[in-house]
């Protein structure tokens, strides 16, 4: 049965542990729960806020509005021969899915173990890591429409994916809400050990035909190894996007710093780290009263305890200036300011 809260803290629902209030708060379960919130009178009229894992937002102030929580649950895989489309529920933890799929030998999402955070807010900024992002794995998505109460699917081909960008955070923002994910998945495919760091844990490991367990578990190691953990350092993963710049704006900033770190995008531009930047700077580890960057990836910016989501914003501020004016390149955050 649906329930609404009236002004309740929303500091177990974020993942830097930011200590604000919400004016209403909705735990939703199903699709028939969404159509009886809507249907409320008194929610509405509200300004409407939705979150699964509370993993990549940083609240500034309380929250004068509805917040709904999307805890819809259930995981089903239909198998075709070496194809296998997996459904799961928007409030599914993602990990979970990630466990689901390796326990099933279903390849595809093994790159992305461990990254916090719920199955419906994975397309919203197409979630990546360790080479791979959800793009490759997409099938659909259900959503419903808070227009209309109707739900609608997303293709592929709908979802206008990017690097950490979908059409859910651009033309349709606060449109819709994920219900269901389906993913396309190989039940005998090729394992991705592309990216550096999992082929030299793997040889660490004297793994030399890995498997879907073996990358899943490579990848967590080195995740842990690099991140806090949100559990005990409040913290919403890289605070930055790594910055994609023009051919000749590359130019400039390779003339001044040859040592810069960078790579080629498909679409014939150049991907900056921003972690690196950052640590140029001079702010790897930094501490700024309850705020900083994590001593070991300076693209985290992390709560050492009590912080308020204007201190952690403040102090990112205080990072883009610094950033702007060594290398002339603009930072943008990559985590949701609310
Ligand atoms: C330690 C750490 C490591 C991380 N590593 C990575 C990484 O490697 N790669 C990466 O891409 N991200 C990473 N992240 C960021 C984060 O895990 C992802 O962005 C994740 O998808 C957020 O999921 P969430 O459920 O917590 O979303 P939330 O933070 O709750 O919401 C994020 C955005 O999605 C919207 N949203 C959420 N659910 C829905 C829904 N069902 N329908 C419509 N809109 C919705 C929200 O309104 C908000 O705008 C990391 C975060 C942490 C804390």
């Not at 309740?8 to 969404?34: H, Q, T």
């Not at 190989?186 to 592309?194: L, P």
Request: charged fraction near 20%; proline fraction near 3%; aromatic fraction near 10%.
């Amino acid at each position: 049965m649906l329930q609404i809260q009236q002004n309740i803290s929303l500091k177990p629902y974020n993942s830097f542990g930011i200590d604000v209030r919400a004016s209403f708060f909705a735990e939703i379960y199903s699709e028939a729960d969404l159509i009886e919130l809507f249907h409320n009178e008194v929610v509405k009229s509200q300004k409407l806020l939705v979150i699964g894992g509370g993993s990549n937002v940083l609240f500034t102030k309380d929250y004068d509005g509805l917040v709904v929580k999307m805890s819809i649950q259930g995981i089903e895989a239909k198998t075709d021969g070496e194809n296998v489309k997996v459904t799961a529920g928007a409030g599914v933890v993602w990990n979970d899915l990630v466990n689901y799929c390796v326990a099933h030998q279903f390849a595809g999402v093994e790159n992305l173990s461990l990254i916090p955070g719920t199955v419906g807010a994975s397309p919203i900024q197409n979630i990546g890591a360790y080479g791979v992002e959800l793009k490759d794995v997409f099938e659909s998505c259900t959503a419903f429409e808070i227009k209309t109460g109707q739900i609608k699917t997303f293709t592929y081909a709908d979802c206008n994916f990017g690097y950490r960008e979908s059409i859910f955070k651009a033309e349709l923002k606060g449109q819709f809400i994920i219900t269901s994910v389906t993913f396309a998945l190989k039940t005998a495919g090729e394992v991705n050990t592309s990216y550096g760091a999992i082929e030299t844990e793997l040889q660490k490991r004297g793994i030399l035909k890995p498997g879907i367990a073996d990358v899943s578990a490579a990848v967590s190691h080195i995740r842990v190894s690099k991140l806090p953990d949100p559990s005990t350092i409040g913290n919403a993963g890289s605070f930055f996007k790594n910055p994609i710049i023009e051919k000749h704006e590359f130019a400039n900033v390779v003339a001044r710093h040859p040592d810069v770190v960078h790579y080629p995008t498909a679409d014939d531009k150049i991907k900056l780290a921003a972690g690196w930047l950052i640590e140029q700077c001079g702010w790897k580890g930094k501490i700024a009263g309850n705020t900083g960057t994590w001593k070991n990836q300076a693209l985290v910016l992390v709560n050492h305890g009590g912080a308020t989501g204007t201190e952690v914003f403040n102090f990112s501020e205080q990072i883009i200036d610094s950033v702007k004016s060594t290398f002339g390149v603009t930072l943008e955050r990559e985590v949701n300011i609310l």
